[in-house]
């Protein structure tokens, strides 16, 4: 069976060399990473230094105060998938108790009491300690630059500070001052600044100037970030009460204790068999294993069930994602999770006999033995305390908007902050797929002297006691970072991801299946038509969902989009181009030919190589 072929043409070519390839949701990134790699690096080294800019250039989309969860596998080992656990636990006074004395029922959206301890840094770090071959002066020295230089400024960047300002202005003095210099929103192009992050990378590479290895200079980075003076600054930034999304004003809990206790690792990844494929992902800690859940109910449907382009195709992929996503809401945490039931195929079996002609409108979660599914407090409508200001900008009110802190992509494909994703791929076969986020501007006050803010992560987890995602001291709080490496033969042959909030692996799905059954290249997989449900509690504070919710891009075609209302979706359209954050890059094992791709949509993703 041949799936509905793509257009010939495509928004720009699928790239082929055999050189190097980079691919990232911002062009300087990108450009970045390969001049790493043009220069002798190699695709951990490039990666490193892409993120680190990305902070910088993207970031209403992700900071140094953020968390981050990567795959990559080695030359060395390129059938040995790993995760890059860059996502910090919950700090020690971060309990459900305290949350609840501070009359809150759920974890807010922006502010740092949400602040789960900061990991990012950490966990480039440690990658480019244990597999990077660069000096970290060297890695460092383009974000340094564009940092206290200056670069022209994306115009998303400016609407995001837009629709926060009056929560700076009136709020948050210390993130007025740092993004809105001279009391204004900068415009697109504007020359942007940020001296202090500037320093605070410089510090850091600094403290290990007297070290008489590379790999004990990084460390040496490592602890003042933990101990120094970037953890002195981020838990003195704690102490004052400041406005949170819940409309009320509470102090942080971030301590000492809790910088110092914490540093990034390797995890083995979570993997599937699919169509003669083995697709890794993050533990079910995050939201990665729900990808592989789904591709295990979809396995078993014939080719022509599983075209992301027809209606009958688009209506099984929703029912297969409700029903693996319910699972992650009912059993995934930083707990025991019973991954090898779940992903079992008699266990699958039994969820596919659910999916109907019909779309459900219910929340349904497995029976799993010996286990109580959690049901989730299924909110239709959250509207939060009165606020003290009606200029705080859209989210924090009424609730079809996210939350000031919210990174998640809006119903309608909209953006209002989000994630960035880098993929990177050398010729020595080194492969690499990263999705840093966190620590978006508008997640809580800018720290003046570092350049930064803490993230809002926290927001993912429950207070109610018993659940596999209950707020609990050091652990960490499921994130729906979801980055994914792809092998064959055993040997890894693409590394892909998206930012997205709860779309990520939504978005990556339909790639998947139209480059591993319906053979598209990267870019047409990329450029061809998206579309996600929203039929399950959201991640992200308020929480909310939409029963039988699916969310098309108009270029789905009039009669797939009436055929799937006539099942019974709640179907919102977006526009032609509006889904999906996508980038890729692929590795020919027998060949050598190495391809990217990057998401046309909003024009910023963007690969290069030769």
């Known amino acids: 069976m041949t799936f509905t072929r793509p257009a010939p043409f495509t928004t720009r070519p699928t790239l082929r060399g055999t050189f190097g390839m980079s691919a990232s949701t911002h062009w300087l990134a990108t450009a970045v990473a390969q001049a790493v790699l043009e220069r002798g690096g190699n695709a951990f080294d490039a990666a490193t230094a892409g993120a680190f800019v990305l902070h910088v250039v993207e970031p209403h989309l992700n900071g140094p105060g953020g968390d981050m969860t990567g795959i990559f596998v080695t030359a060395q080992e390129p059938d040995r998938p790993l995760v890059l656990m860059g996502q910090g636990p919950a700090p020690a006074g971060a309990t459900p108790e305290h949350f609840r004395s501070e009359g809150l029922e759920l974890v807010p959206g922006s502010g740092a009491l949400a602040a789960a301890v900061p990991a990012a840094v950490d966990a ?120 949170h999304s ?48 789904t591709l295990s109910i979809l396995d078993g449907f014939a080719d022509e069930y599983l075209d992301p382009s027809t209606e009958l195709g688009v209506h099984t992929i929703l029912e297969a994602q409700k029903l693996a996503l319910a ?192 053979g598209y290249s990267p870019q047409q997989a990329i450029d061809a038509p998206a579309f996600h449900t929203t039929s399950m509690p959201g991640s992200f504070w308020p929480r909310t969902w939409e029963p039988g919710g699916a969310v098309v891009e108009d270029r789905l075609g009039e009669d797939v989009i009436a055929g799937l209302e006539r099942r019974g979706h709640r179907i919102t359209r977006t526009g032609d181009w509006t889904l999906g954050r996508l980038s890729a890059v692929v590795r020919d094992p027998l060949t050598g030919v190495l391809q990217a791709a990057a998401n046309p949509r909003g024009a910023q993703g963007y690969a290069a190589g030769r």
């Open 327 to 518: 699972d992650r809401e009912a059993y995934y945490g930083d707990t025991d999770v019973p991954l090898g039931y779940l992903l079992s195929a008699e266990y699958a079996a039994a969820r596919r006999a659910l999916i109907a002609e019909r779309a459900s409108l219910e929340f349904r979660p497995g029976a799993v033995p010996g286990r109580e599914p959690f049901i989730p407090p299924l909110r239709t409508e959250y509207v939060p305390p009165a606020l003290a200001s009606d200029d705080v900008g859209p989210g924090l009110r009424g609730t079809a908007g996210a939350g000031v802190g919210e990174p998640t992509v809006l119903a309608t494909g909209e953006t209002r902050g989000d994630t960035c994703h880098i993929d990177v791929v050398d010729r020595w076969g080194n492969m690499i797929s990263a999705t840093p986020s966190g620590g978006w501007l508008q997640s809580s006050p800018a720290i003046p002297e570092l350049g930064f803010c803490l993230g809002t992560r926290l927001q993912m987890t429950w207070l109610e006691p018993g659940t596999p995602s209950t707020l609990t001291p050091g652990k960490r709080p499921r994130t729906t970072l979801t980055p994914t490496v792809v092998l064959r033969n055993g040997t890894a042959v693409a590394a892909l991801g998206s930012p997205g909030g709860d779309q990520q692996d939504q978005w990556q799905l339909p790639y998947l299946l139209r480059t591993i059954v319906g």
């Open 246 to 293: 819940s409309g009320t004003d509470h102090r942080g809990v971030l301590a000492m204790d809790d910088l110092e206790g914490f540093e990034a690792g390797y995890e083995a990844a979570a993997t599937l068999e699919f169509r003669g494929h083995t697709i890794a992902k993050t533990g079910p800690w995050g939201q990665g294993p729900a990808l592989l859940q």
């Open 124 to 243: 480039w770090l440690l990658l480019l300690r244990d597999h990077g071959t660069w000096e970290l002066s060297s890695v460092l020295e383009f974000a340094i630059g564009y940092a206290r230089d200056g670069h022209p400024v994306l115009g998303r960047v400016g609407t995001t500070i837009a629709a926060v300002a009056g929560l700076f202005r009136e709020y948050w003095p210390t993130s007025a001052e740092l993004w809105m210099p001279e009391g204004r929103v900068p415009a697109e192009g504007d020359i942007v600044r940020n001296p202090a992050y500037a320093r605070t990378l410089g510090q850091l590479v600094e403290a290990g100037a007297a070290e008489s290895t590379r790999e004990a200079r990084i460390d040496a980075a490592r602890r003042e970030w933990r101990e120094g003076f970037v953890a002195k600054a981020l838990v003195a930034s704690v102490q004052n009460p400041h406005r």
